[in-house]
């Protein structure tokens, strides 16, 4: 599996717990259609375990489309630019293991809690072990991500 393959599978960059959205069209979703390049000064490579100097990456809609060498990614006109070119980038991270309710007070609010603290720790998929007491509080919040 080569490094754009890697990245496009795990990365996810503003994905939330790791579940996929409803499929739309083009005509129906306007941000389908916005394109982003990511300008990373380094990106972890976890096939080669090393870091990659000056690189793309390139996201339509929900997609990433490419990653590679600033040099070889073309960015279209028009498109938003995120400049890390002084960070390092690394793929999302993936936690095997996290319950998202501990089983007192309000279940839907600590299950989008954790899992939204657990992305800015830069976790997008999430595995979950149950919510203590969380009356299946983590499929309703797959439900919530998914409609919207």
């Known amino acids: 599996m080569g490094l754009k393959a890697a990245l496009t599978t795990i990365m996810a960059l503003g994905v939330l717990v790791g579940v996929s959205l409803p499929p739309r069209g083009w005509s129906q979703n306007p941000q389908a259609r916005r394109v982003v390049a990511v300008r990373a000064g380094r990106m972890f490579d976890p096939k080669s375990g090393t870091n990659l100097p000056d690189q793309v990456v390139l996201i339509q809609g929900e997609r990433i489309t490419d ?4 040099g ?3 960015v ?3 498109a ?3 400049d890390l070119s002084r960070a390092t980038v690394l ?3 993936i936690d095997g293991h ?3 309710t501990d089983g007192k007070g309000d ?4 299950a989008i809690h954790s899992a939204t603290e657990s992305l800015k720790a830069g976790y997008t998929t999430l595995v ?3 919510s203590h007491g969380g009356n299946y509080a983590d499929v309703e919040l797959k439900r919530e991500i998914d409609s919207g």
């Open 67 to 70: 990653v590679g060498p600033a």
């Open 72 to 74: 070889r990614v073309k």
């Open 76 to 78: 279209p006109a028009g």
């Open 80 to 82: 938003t630019v995120i």
């Open 91 to 93: 793929p999302g991270l």
């Open 98 to 100: 996290v319950h998202l």
């Open 107 to 110: 279940q839907r609010q600590q």
């Open 128 to 130: 979950t072990q149950g």
